[in-house]
Nanobody
């Protein structure tokens, strides 16, 4: 079973940018919608963005629209999340995930069947 691994998290100041990457161990997810979620302790995992298999259809949470940008590169079995104008409320562990082949609304975590281990992002001055 293919594995997902996120990278690129870290500590940044408000207004800074950061680029997260998620790499799959093989190409078995190239025909699946993939998404980014985030979670802070004590709260449910929150949808951030999703990208269609072709990379054409992009979906964003209202809280990150026009600041975060999702993309994918199937040749590298990877998706990315470019985060700009970061705010303290963006602090969370960020996860990439693969939406189940059986479908489901892409904004719900329950629709995703494979998850990475997460990468932490801290936005603080």
């Amino acid at each position: 079973q293919a594995q997902l691994e996120e990278s690129g998290g870290g500590l940044v100041q408000p207004g800074d940018s950061l680029r997260l990457a998620c790499e799959a161990s093989d190409g078995s997810f190239s025909e699946n919608i993939m998404g980014w979620f985030r979670q802070v302790p004590g709260k449910e995992r929150e949808f951030v963005a999703a990208v269609s298999p072709t990379g054409v259809t992009l979906t964003y949470a209202d809280s990150v629209r026009d600041r975060f940008f999702v993309s994918r590169e199937n040749a590298k079995n990877a998706i990315y999340l470019q985060m700009t104008d970061l705010r303290p409320e963006d602090t969370a562990v960020y996860y990439c995930a693969v939406r189940s082949s059986s479908g489901g609304n892409r904004i719900y975590a329950s629709s995703y069947s494979h998850w990475g281990q997460g990468t932490p992002v801290t936005v603080s001055s």
